[in-house]
């Protein structure tokens, strides 16, 4: 004969009272807020101007010579870029020319930003090409000398760069290249600094890695392309956020060999910009060229960040 069975009849209990953080993580946590407050005070004297910059780009003319001036723009507009009711005919102040109607070269402003991204994006690639192959042959090469050529190559980093200007423009401009694309470029391909980076990285590569390559037949060309630039990307994406940043702002080599409108980068044209239009009505543009010139730099620090951060903390550990 089947029992049936028993059920016990469940009996609630209290209800179960909410965790609360330990006594000594929250002292803890304000300690740190506390420790790194004057990190967000420094942060603040950042933000600041670019968030003055930024209102000011959107205010028209009469909001930004007001008095008490705003920290909203109350009726925004985009004529700091492009005014479409300014007249060169008609003298009104409240239309003033946007930023891309200042310039009388071709295609205005936008001429500057493909000035400063054709030099930027050359000097980038190149530079960090001529130094990992130089890394590789300091690295996995028994070159004579090649340590005297290393601490030489270091010791370059010690001498001022400003003291390299005048020897650099007069050879500029013997070989006729002031105010030409191979004047901005050539004297920025070698960096110093970048070429230190990577053999340091190089280090933490085995050279039985290199051997394998080598009794599987490959050539040094090939080795240096297939197995050592993918294994240096880490360290040449951190050494790119250093390189664009630099020639994206670049200002004195390029107001030093640039002659013409057309050929000067945005750093320069913004410089001329403010010397040629003074006065508060100009400020609109002004501040329209410094939003423009600075949101490229920071879109590629935010696209590039995690490999820099890995690029530093693998040299760091490894080199």
Do not use: C
Not at 130 to 157: D, E, N, Q
Not at 159 to 175: E, G
């Amino acid at each position: 004969m089947a029992v049936a069975p028993t059920t016990t009849p469940i009996v609630a209990g209290p209800a179960a009272a909410p965790r609360r953080a330990p006594a000594g993580r929250s002292r803890t946590t304000w300690r740190g807020h506390l420790l790194r407050l004057p990190f967000y005070l420094l942060s603040l004297t950042m933000i600041a101007p670019f968030y003055w910059m930024l209102i000011t780009v959107f205010k028209p003319v009469t909001e930004i010579d007001k008095q008490p001036p705003s920290f909203v723009p109350e009726h925004p507009t985009l004529n700091n870029f492009y005014d479409p009711g300014y007249s060169p005919t008609q003298v009104n102040p409240g239309h003033l020319q946007g930023i891309f109607q200042r310039f009388q070269v071709d295609f205005g402003f936008g001429r500057f930003m493909f000035n400063s991204l054709v030099i930027t994006v050359t000097i980038t690639v190149v530079s960090l090409l001529i130094a990992s192959l130089a890394a590789y042959v300091i690295t996995k090469h028994r070159v004579p000398g090649r340590r005297l050529i290393f601490l030489l190559i270091v010791a370059s980093m010690m001498v001022p760069w400003q003291t390299t200007l005048v020897p650099n423009y007069v050879i500029m401009r013997n070989l006729g290249w002031l105010d030409t694309y191979q004047g901005y470029i050539i004297p920025a391909l070698a960096k110093a600094f970048v070429l230190f980076f990577l053999v340091q990285f190089l280090h933490s590569i085995p050279d039985e890695l290199i051997q394998a390559a080598r009794v599987d037949g490959a050539g040094e060309w090939r080795i240096w392309w297939q197995v050592v630039l993918p294994l240096l990307r880490p360290a040449l994406a951190a050494m790119s956020i250093f390189i664009v940043l630099a020639e994206w702002n670049n200002f004195l080599w390029p107001l030093i060999i640039v002659q013409s409108d057309e050929m000067a980068n945005i750093p320069v044209a913004l410089a001329r910009l403010n010397s040629y239009f003074t006065g508060a009505q100009n400020q609109g543009a002004i501040m329209a060229g410094g939003l423009l010139a600075s949101l490229p730099s920071i879109a590629f620090f935010l696209a590039f960040q995690r490999y820099f951060t890995r690029g530093i903390v693998l040299s760091g550990l490894k080199g």
